[in-house]
């Protein structure tokens, strides 16, 4: 598959439409989102393409791409959504609306399996072996070629993949307890931000 990878310094440009549904990702100096930067965010329409922002990380003024990601009209798709809509909250002021999450879906949908990262969803559903190599990197000085492979491997094959994990949802009578999930996701970063990362319905 050839992708087309373009790099934006600062933020989205402000035609580009990337039309209602929209994979989208971000890549942190680490997991503690007052200590770690959010570096970039990486979106796909689904059609081979990613964008990659690398963020200006003195003012995170991106008024293009905060507009996209806060327009209820638009569904963004994620995987492991709850780090990066932390870091988003926390870094770019904004709630992101209508949210879908391929890795919630996996953990509804494939009950067979206790294995629900990316690399394992590409390879059920579209047979392709992608590398993870990049995936515990410095994001945050100027990227290589490699990073950018990595970062737009993250975003186009999210749109398959939901489709498929909605289809086995469907047929398992389990598309509602997702919905259901994809609502609390919100409040989850909310309590993620306030730092109860323990699960506050347990004994």
Request: hydrophobic share 40%.
């Amino acid at each position: 598959m050839t992708i087309d990878i373009k790099l934006h310094k600062y933020d989205l440009p402000e035609e580009l439409n990337l039309g209602n549904i929209i994979a989208i990702d971000g890549e942190f100096m680490g997991l503690n989102v007052k200590r770690d930067p959010l570096c970039l965010i990486q979106i796909s329409s689904g059609k081979s393409d990613a964008h990659i922002i690398q963020l200006n990380r003195k003012t995170y003024s991106a008024p293009n791409l905060v507009k996209l990601i806060s327009n209820k009209d638009v569904t963004k798709i994620f995987h492991f959504g709850r780090a990066d809509l932390a870091h988003i909250k926390y870094y770019l002021k904004t709630d992101v609306e209508n949210i879908l999450d391929t890795k919630i879906a996996s953990k509804l949908a494939r009950s067979y399996s206790d294995k629900h990262s990316l690399k394992t969803l590409i390879k059920e559903f579209l047979n392709i072996d992608i590398n993870k190599q990049f995936q515990n990197t410095d994001f945050g000085g100027e990227l290589t070629p490699a990073q950018l492979k990595y970062c737009a491997n993250d975003v186009i094959y999210l749109h398959k993949i939901h489709e498929e994990l909605n289809k086995i949802l469907v047929r398992e009578n389990r598309l509602d307890l997702y919905k259901k999930c994809l609502k609390f996701l919100s409040t989850r970063v909310d309590l993620d931000l306030a730092s109860f990362k323990d699960d506050i319905w347990a004994h």
